[in-house]
């Protein structure tokens, strides 16, 4: 890895809905606080319900891992679905899903920075341990 390559992790986007925009900024803040992130992943925010990956499916969110590492790994992330969902489970269940979606995808980026290679096995729970974690460190008095 090149040493004068850019770090960090970034929320980006203006278009993404405001309160999970809000949300994602604060968690990316306490993320920062938890791990280093030796190449810088942006995360874009989509006002959309879904996204379509270059391999043509629709999902929540995604995780972009290049083959060369001069090239900088992106996160995206649809966030058009909030209203519906926090009418559904309530807000804070419903920013707790979006949480979830990007520490699954910083999870992937973590075993792309370690590997070259992402992996689904064990994901989803890490991610909602992450979540918990933070909900734990944010909640203290």
């Known amino acids: 890895m090149r040493s004068d390559c850019r770090k960090g992790l970034r929320i980006r986007g203006d278009r993404g809905h405001p309160v999970v925009r ?6 990316a803040r306490w993320l920062r606080t938890q791990d280093d992130f030796p190449i810088r ?22 995780f ?9 790994p992106f996160i995206r992330i649809a966030t058009g679905d909030y209203g519906v969902l926090a009418k559904e489970v309530g807000r804070d269940n419903a920013l707790a899903a979006f949480l979830c ?16 290679d992402t992996s ?7 991610a909602m341990a992450i979540v918990d974690r933070y909900t734990r460190a944010v909640a203290r008095p």
Request: proline share 5%; aromatic share 14%.
């Open 41 to 62: 992943v942006p995360v874009y925010l989509f006002p959309y319900d879904h996204i379509i990956t270059m391999h043509g499916k629709k999902v929540s969110a995604s």
């Open 101 to 116: 979606s990007l520490a699954h995808e910083v999870l992937h980026y973590r075993q792309w920075v370690a590997t070259g």
């Open 22 to 27: 809000r949300a994602l900024i604060r968690f």
């Open 120 to 126: 689904e096995r064990g994901v989803s729970v890490a």
């Open 64 to 72: 972009f891992a290049p083959f060369r590492r001069n090239v900088e």
